[in-house]
């Protein structure tokens, strides 16, 4: 039963999927996000999946295998939200709200444990190895898509809009783990919320928006690590 097929609804393709690989997958996405990709291993996933082991060997080649299925998966479904928003010809500006609000509903959400594309690349700080490879990806997609959308309101600076943008997230979702994620989200909506009136003021005055945006040079100091000493 565990090696049975569907066919794929609404491609048109015609491509068939096994049910037990989206099994596996989801189980995966399950364990992995809440315990960490070292943490579980193949009998736990065949266990609460409900396949065989022939049956995991024969949609992955190993655990490592489905960990980058797994990232891969993330990614997608986070394409297709804002291919969605795209297609819907929602204005750029709104997609970028809807965006954070989105982040802080995940924030909030019972269970979160911080953003699973961070959390990957560091349980694989390798960058030859194929999990890492499959976050960075997904981040150059990710900083693509948001520094096209922000060109889309004024191209003056878009790429700094899209770094500053992507900053946000990350820190956010971090604090929103670590911390009290109420005022992380908070602080995410208003950090977007400013960042595009600063954006959209440099459409109407590229130099004055850049002279107020420009923050004052900052002092070097010294010691502040995030890193163990000799890292």
């Given at each position: 039963m565990d090696g049975m097929t569907k066919t794929e609804s609404g491609t048109g393709t015609g491509r068939r999927v096994s049910e037990a690989r989206e099994r596996l997958l989801r189980t995966a996405g399950q364990l992995f996000y809440a315990e960490g990709l070292h943490t579980v291993g193949v009998d736990r996933l065949v266990?609460?999946?409900?396949?065989?082991?022939?049956?995991?060997?024969?949609?992955?080649?190993?655990?490592?295998?489905?960990?980058?299925?797994?990232?891969e998966s993330v990614d997608q479904a986070i394409r297709t939200q804002i291919?969605?928003?795209?297609?819907?010809?929602?204005?750029?500006?709104?997609?970028?709200?809807g965006i954070g609000a989105s982040l802080v509903e995940q924030i909030r959400s019972p269970g979160y444990r911080g953003c699973a594309?961070?959390?990957?690349?560091?349980?694989?700080?390798?960058p030859d190895h194929p999990v890492h490879r499959a976050v960075v990806r997904h981040r150059a997609w990710f900083l693509q898509t948001i520094?096209?959308?922000?060109?889309?309101?004024?191209a003056a600076e878009a790429d700094h809009a899209g770094r500053h943008f992507v900053m946000l997230r990350d820190g956010a979702m971090s604090a929103g783990y670590l911390g009290d994620p109420v005022p992380a989200g908070e602080t995410?909506?208003?950090?977007?919320?400013?960042l595009l009136r600063v954006h959209a003021a440099r459409g109407l005055d590229e130099r004055a928006a850049s002279e107020a945006g420009l923050p004052p040079a900052a002092t070097e100091i010294p010691g502040i690590e995030c890193a163990p000493p000799g890292a």
């Open positions: 266990a609460e999946s409900k396949v065989t082991n022939a049956t995991f060997y024969r949609h992955f080649r190993s655990k490592e295998d489905l960990a980058v299925a797994y990232v291919g969605a928003l795209t297609a819907a010809d929602v204005p750029a500006d709104g997609i970028l709200r594309f961070l959390n990957a690349a560091a349980e694989f700080p390798d520094t096209g959308l922000f060109a889309e309101i004024t995410l909506l208003r950090g977007i919320e400013g």
